[in-house]
């Protein structure tokens, strides 16, 4: 195993310490239990939190901040946030309007998550993100959470930022991802630190097609192709299952893995752009980059999120965040 | 070769008009010959163009726009791009106050631009980038140009955003040169899409120490040894090259190389910050994230710059850009 670290067992840690020193204008680290919340905290207004396994980043810390997320709890390496870390950021930003959990589908997270809620005293409600459409819509434990989530992190943050009630900001996080849909391409594995080796072995010509964020193989093996190849694949699954009409506004969102470098994303982006250009939809708003990762994978995912006029509006709204920064 | 690609030949072409769709809120692409510029201009002001051999993205045209560069010139994966790209822009973007050329020290970058500042009719200046010291400071072609290169675009972009004359510019970028050193780790080679396969062999136990932004090795070759080893070893070169004082204010910038995830990255400078706190430096200001990187390679380098009042000042001016963002 080939990486810059020191021991497996204090990885996310001393990342974290990292991490909360180079955004200290932005974010607080508290530990015991582990959690990164806004350093401005302001009464009145619903707190969105979010969390999951670490090996993601910048997903979810990276979003801490004005007009996204309150509070991120980062488990361990692929492993979920334990509930005492969500009632102890629950604790540290709740302003007096309700918390609302964004929780990507998986079970430890959704148990978890729902043990946080139970606990918690004061209105509180959680937005479900299963936006992979590379698992059927009748999948026993259902369909994964994957680079969606900043979508909804994004736009209901905004909303929770200009005062939505929390009934609203559920209601409208449900909205967002009924509208979003995502699927993913790996070229290689990645090396979880305390495995030390490659999650599954890929050969030279292979690549897994509707991988999810964990370094588990895809629905499928298939050959290495070309980009426009695997982009029409994985587009395809993702316009049959929106069905968008003609004009559709969207937003288009290309995520990379986390080894794949920058011009390959814009080459994917440009080509998923002619993909839904030549279906007639309307790309009015673009993301590209390494936000929803899986360690050192290489690969990448397409997310599309059908916009309406107010989710346009919050996703165009200010936002501070080690990770995503406009307008402020 | 495992990438997202159609054909060698037309990568560079593609990603581009992706980039500039994604981003097309602030950069405008221009093509034959290739250029990037801001898509609002102002007149009156000093232009700063940069450009180099594409495959270090974001570098360059990621940092088109608000407060820092006028025009970016990319030339193919590692090539220089070609005097008439540098013209092109210059005319572009040229608001009557001079352009001044920002150039990393690689010998056809050196070339491509002096003939172009020669050909240009109007007032300009360069600033060489040299801040690579795992080379020394006699080498016959100089140190090269590397991550520090973004710390230039940043803090002259923003002097020239507030009327800086063009001398002002050019000396400024001289001193902020001067108080720049980087270096780099490599833990695997990077594979250029036209040849196919890594550029140099290395080991599971070996590590590339002093390694540039093109895939070539290192000053050496060493063994994989922990993360708080090797931040040790290439932050010992920067500090005896720069010998701050106690108490110095710097910037320290932990930079991937394209394929080493964020949660090294934080990691490495928690790491760093250490090594430079117990040496008495107040380290006012952080950058962390892949900003110079060399296609998919897997490493990372640390940059300290000192700082002055005036550099600091510059350095949190409002910027707007593909890739760095902040206060506007």
Chains 1, 2 share one sequence.
Request: proline residues 4%.
């Amino acid at each position: 195993m080939k990486k810059f670290i020191d021991n497996p067992a204090t990885l996310l840690e001393t990342s974290l310490q990292g991490f909360a020193k180079a955004h200290a204008d932005i974010v607080e680290l508290h530990t015991e239990p582990n959690f990164v919340c806004r350093k401005q905290r302001k009464k009145g207004r619903v707190a969105l939190i979010s969390g999951g396994g670490s090996g993601h980043e910048p997903l979810h810390a990276g979003f801490v901040g004005y007009g996204m997320l309150d509070a991120a709890c980062p488990g361990q390496i692929f492993t979920s946030p334990t509930p005492d870390q969500m009632l102890a950021a629950a604790e540290a930003v709740d302003g007096g309007a309700g918390v609302l959990f964004i929780v990507k589908n998986y079970a430890g997270d959704v148990m978890n998550f729902e043990m946080a809620a139970e606990m918690l005293v004061g209105p509180n409600a959680s937005v479900l993100v299963n936006d992979d459409v590379s698992l059927p819509k009748d999948h026993p434990i259902g369909r994964r959470g994957v680079a969606g989530t900043v979508i909804v992190e994004k736009i209901v943050g905004a909303a929770a930022e200009q005062g939505y009630d929390l009934a609203a900001c559920k209601s409208l996080g449900d909205r967002v991802v009924g509208a979003t849909a995502s699927m993913g391409i790996a070229l290689s594995s990645c090396t979880v630190p305390a495995l030390g080796r490659p999650t599954f072995e890929i050969a030279e010509d292979e690549i897994e097609i509707g991988v999810g964020i964990h370094g588990e193989r895809g629905r499928e093996t298939g050959k290495l192709v070309t980009a426009s190849e695997m982009v029409e694949q994985i587009a395809g699954h993702i316009q049959e299952e929106l069905n968008p009409g003609a004009g559709q506004a969207v937003l288009l969102h290309v995520n990379g893995f986390g080894a794949t470098p920058l011009v390959e994303l814009h080459l994917v982006y440009e080509l998923a752009w002619q993909y839904w250009q030549k279906r007639g939809l309307n790309i009015q708003r673009a993301l590209v980059g390494s936000f929803t990762t899986s360690l050192d994978m290489a690969g990448c995912s397409l997310t599309l999120t059908l916009l309406d006029e107010e989710m346009l509006r919050l996703w165009d709204a200010p936002v501070n965040t080690a990770a995503l920064r406009w307008g402020c």
